[in-house]
């Protein structure tokens, strides 16, 4: 900075603490530095080493600190033995390892490296089967499933730098001799140590399924792993060490028994014995799933019983084998402390849709529905819900309400027993909670003490691809926290028991590749509680890569804690609006009522929310544009004409006064509005209160002239910033719009149209396409890659023939068959994970979103298949493939009317796509393509091509 710089900062009135903003605190390698695979197998820390430009791990000034690391298997080494080997300078100490780590820590190896001494730890890692993908998740070599987890501390005061880290794997070849991989270096820093002030009203803390899961042995993993968590002003935490070895006011949750809990052999922590999740499925110890009583257990489409699914009515009924084995453990966990909530996985459509035929469900269904029985008894079961489809769907509905509220109570009477706030929290999707024509209408359930929770993992970073992919990250969990808030107020009010609350992940999406900036991390958990929900988590694995993090998450909670009192004790209101002055991607007239910025949209930018408590009002600003900072106008409404006001940002200590330089202003001079600032990327919360000088003793004063002398002077960088940023983001927000991209491929478009050739006779389904009826038929190809519509580089065309009411379809994919991923097999397993061909089918005028067919078939033929979104439906019977050495062939047969899309004379046709996913692990790359365009999602309705079926 220049000494006139400087000097202009001094002269100007708040010049020097209006902080821009934005996001800086990594700098990200271009994507093709990401993308290029390591020698051999190789580790690294997690994700600085992956895509950061100068890979650097900071510190915690006294504190340990976890440092996730990232195994990368290229050329498909053998994964029965392997060791991490992590060279720590002499004065740096690796204090813990989580489960995935066997503790041998302390027998190190001394070596040197730049001259100076450093401590070899050799650390035999246990991979899951899924922890090293081997470059299949398309280019991300570096997957972090399950990932081996060290914490280390470092001496030396904040700024200190205590020298390099360098690892290598080292692992046992096939010919039993001991290979060693490439080496990579991590640059050390440390930072200041962490102050966070801990909320008392919202609960905020972390999801680390297997960070905290610690290696039993090492004893000094559990003061580690809360310590960091109490500094971080945490007051929950998921599972990992046992209550009582933490601190006050740090409260355990638990995520529950479900399939990411190991064994506790393998080290994992131990968890409930039994937990209730998806409805009725129970997750059982040992072999208890052998005991369950044969008149409760649940029976699926074909009649037959399930092993760990119960009916519903076994729950709210409480049958005693429901008591004994499921409901009295959990209670007993909860009245000792053991656990203060209760978190289980919430998504039992796909086997309570037209499934659970039970002799109880009937009685149930009879007592609710007050039907006859003799009528219920005569359509049982299948009949009945087709015949009475909305009154089947409300019943599933009650049924799942009274399921929450028997777990609710069971949990929440044994915490208040034990002196806690525990509550049954189930995490779902926020559809539920707007809708009455899904199979769950929570609004339905009424108002009782639980946790509805909803999800958003929208825009973040994959280290495979583009970065940055949006220029308003955060957007999408502030509207959602938003939005539940809102809706749960607006069905139970605001002193309403149920309580909200809307996680975000990095690992849910990418194959665990994503990763957080530190920045984005803090603006969601913040965003989460300024929205005004009473819970704030992430979900699944820890989301502190290093202090850098752990600073914002401290950040975020300090500031939590300061203003909870007004959004969770306060009124929620809206009695202004915000209007930005600089240059700026979203435009708001001047003339903007209240009401219509009272819900935002996932494209706004600029976001704000009014809490009042005590006659001062809370107006919380959103500035969610990640590339620069924003001067806007607030104009609050509704003040007393004859009082004076102060207008204050009290974290910033800052007033703002009137053109007289008067702090106190008139209820005409905010109605007209003052102009204030929120940094890129960042929350502003600014106070409305009645005038006294006393309270605002040692602010600094911002005056209007003073405000504008600051746009002036930035606002020639701002507009550089947003000319720049709109010619990136125009076209992709153009994209992004799902009729702007199919108007831009237009000329693509319009070539997807074919007419069905009838055929003589069906083709023999034995994946060979030498059969007559495909020699006759017109092969399509000229396939697009998906999001950009560009050329592919993998070959791939289909020919379509109708015959006797079954559409048949053959497909040849061009691709090096020496390693194919086909790891799915038999029927609806994940086909779509695998190499695989995805075919969409729907009439002209679908009925809803749900309304189409879709297949998918890997190379080894196994396929996946749903209808109207039933995952359960199993209508295509007849599928085959075959493999050589340059490619596949698929034949499948689709009986148009088994789903309703026998074409008539009026609508002679069919909206139809072909998707082609390669994962070219071989070749370090994957593509998605498909011959209809498409951007958002292949489900799309948008995103057919035609098929014209010939009339007879």
Not at 297 to 324: A, T
Not at 329 to 357: C, H, I, T, V
Not at 511 to 536: K, Q
Request: glycine share 8%; net charge neutral.
């Amino acid at each position: 900075m220049s000494l006139i710089t400087i000097l202009m900062a001094v002269l100007t009135p708040g010049v020097a603490t209006f902080d821009s903003g934005g996001i800086h605190a990594l700098e990200i390698k271009p994507l093709e530095e990401r993308r290029q695979p390591p020698s051999d197998a190789a580790v690294t820390a997690y994700p600085m080493g992956v895509v950061e430009v100068k890979p650097t791990f900071h510190f915690i000034e006294g504190t340990p600190t976890s440092m996730m690391l990232a195994l990368a298997n290229p050329l498909s080494r053998p994964k029965t033995e392997w060791w991490v080997c992590v060279d720590l300078p002499e004065a740096v100490k690796l204090v813990a390892v989580n489960a995935y780590v066997d503790w041998d820590t302390r027998k190190t190896q001394a070596v040197e490296h730049d001259g100076r001494r450093h401590a070899r730890h050799k650390l035999r890692v246990k991979p899951a089967s899924d922890s090293i993908h081997m470059g299949k998740a398309r280019q991300a070599w570096y997957a972090n499933r399950r990932p081996p987890v060290i914490w280390v501390t470092a001496p030396g005061a904040a700024g200190s730098s205590p020298g390099k880290a360098r690892m290598a794997v080292e692992y046992r070849a096939k010919d039993g001799t001991l290979k060693r991989g490439p080496e990579s270096t991590i640059e050390l820093a440390v930072l200041p140590r962490l102050e966070a002030v801990r909320p008392t009203l919202t609960r905020t803390g972390l999801m680390g399924r297997c960070t905290v899961s610690y290696n039993p042995s090492n004893a000094d993993a559990p003061a580690a792993i809360l310590g960091i968590q109490a500094a971080m002003g945490c007051n929950l935490y998921f599972d990992g060490p046992p209550q009582k070895l933490a601190p006050e006011g740090l409260k355990r949750w638990t995520e529950g028994w479900n399939q990411w809990q190991a064994a506790q052999s393998a080290g994992r922590h131990i968890v409930p014995g039994v937990a209730i999740s998806d409805g009725s499925l129970l997750h059982l110890p040992g072999r208890m799933a052998e005991t369950i009583p044969d008149e409760i257990r649940f029976v699926d489409i074909n009649g037959n019983r399930m092993g760990n699914v119960v009916s519903p009515w076994s729950i709210y009924e409480r049958h005693p084998w429901v008591v004994r084995n499921v409901l009295k453990p959990m209670g007993n966990a909860a009245a000792k402390g053991e656990y203060e909530s209760f978190w289980a996985n919430w998504e039992p459509q796909p086997y309570l849709r037209d499934a659970g035929f039970s002799e109880g469900t009937k009685r149930s269904f009879i007592r609710w529905s007050k039907m006859p029985a003799d009528e219920v008894e005569k359509l049982w079961p299948h009949e009945l819900v087709r015949t009475y489809s909305d009154k089947w769907r409300a019943f599933r509905g009650w049924e799942l309400g009274e399921i929450v509220k028997v777990c609710a109570k069971t949990i929440r009477t044994a915490s208040l027993k034990a002196g806690n706030d525990g509550h049954y929290m189930i995490a779902t999707s926020a559809d539920y909670m707007y809708t009455d024509e899904r199979m769950m209408d929570c609004a339905a359930w009424g108002d009782f003490p639980y946790v509805f929770q909803t999800w958003s993992y929208h825009n973040t970073p994959q280290v495979h691809e583009s970065y940055p992919m949006t220029d308003l990250r955060g957007a999408s969990q502030l509207v959602r926290s938003a939005r539940l808030a809102r809706r749960l107020d607006e069905l139970f009010g605001t002193q309403r028991q149920v309580r909200g609350t809307c996680k975000y992940a990095w690992d849910q999406s990418g194959y665990c590749s994503g990763y957080m900036v530190p920045e984005h991390f803090g603006f969601r958990h913040l965003s989460s509680a300024l929205a005004g929900l009473e819970i704030v988590h992430n979900y699944g694995e820890w989301p502190v890569f290093d202090g850098r993090w752990a600073h914002e998450l401290a950040r975020a909670n300090t500031r939590i804690a300061r203003w909870e009192p007004f959004v969770l004790t306060g009124v929620k209101q809206r009695r202004h609006v915000v209007v930005p002055t600089s240059p700026y991607p979203q435009n708001v007239p001047q003339h903007v009522q209240p009401e219509d910025q009272a819900v935002s949209s996932w494209h706004d930018y600029l976001h704000s929310f009014e809490y009042e408590k005590d006659g001062q009002r809370l107006i919380a600003v959103a500035n969610a544009w990640d590339f620069g900072e924003v001067f806007f106008t607030l104009r609050a409404m509704d003040l007393d004409p004859d009082r004076k006001y102060m207008l204050t940002e009290p974290e910033a200590r800052r007033v703002f006064t009137n053109a007289e330089r008067r702090t106190a202003l008139t209820a005409g001079q905010l109605a007209e509005g003052i102009t204030l600032h929120v940094g890129a990327h960042r929350w502003g919360c600014f106070l409305l209160s009645p005038h006294s000088e006393s309270a605002i003793e040692g602010f600094d004063r911002v005056t209007p002239a003073g405000m504008i002398a600051v746009l002036q002077r930035r606002a020639a960088a701002l507009r550089d910033t947003f000319e720049e940023q709109d010619r990136i983001w125009s076209v992709k927000r153009e994209i992004a719009n799902r009729h702007g991209f199919v108007a831009q491929i237009a000329p693509v478009c319009a070539s997807r149209l074919l007419v069905l050739h009838t055929a003589d006779r069906a083709p023999d389904i034995d994946g060979s396409l030498d059969d007559a009826c495909w020699k006759t038929a017109a092969p399509q190809g000229d396939f697009r890659t998906a999001q950009d519509c560009d050329q592919v580089s993998y070959e791939t065309s289909f020919r379509a023939v109708v015959h006797g009411g079954t559409l048949y379809v053959g497909v040849d994919c061009r691709q090096d068959m020496t390693a194919p991923a086909a790891f799915a097999s038999g029927r609806d397993g994940r086909a779509w994970r695998d190499d695989s061909v995805e075919i969409f089918l729907n009439g002209l005028e679908p009925g809803d979103e749900e309304d189409y067919c879709q297949v998918v078939v890997n190379p080894n033929g196994a396929f996946y298949d749903r209808w109207r979104g039933d995952k359960s439906w199993n209508g295509i019977e007849h599928v085959a493939t075959r493999t050589s050495a340059d490619g596949w062939t698929l034949e499948i047969a689709i009986p148009l009317e088994t789903i309703d899309m026998v074409p008539g004379a009026h609508d002679p046709a069919l909206r139809f796509n072909l998707v082609r996913n390669v994962i070219d692990s071989k070749h370090n790359r994957g593509e998605k393509s498909s011959w209809f365009p498409s951007w958002a999602a292949h489900s799309d309705f948008l995103a057919r091509g035609t098929l014209l079926v010939p009339m007879k």
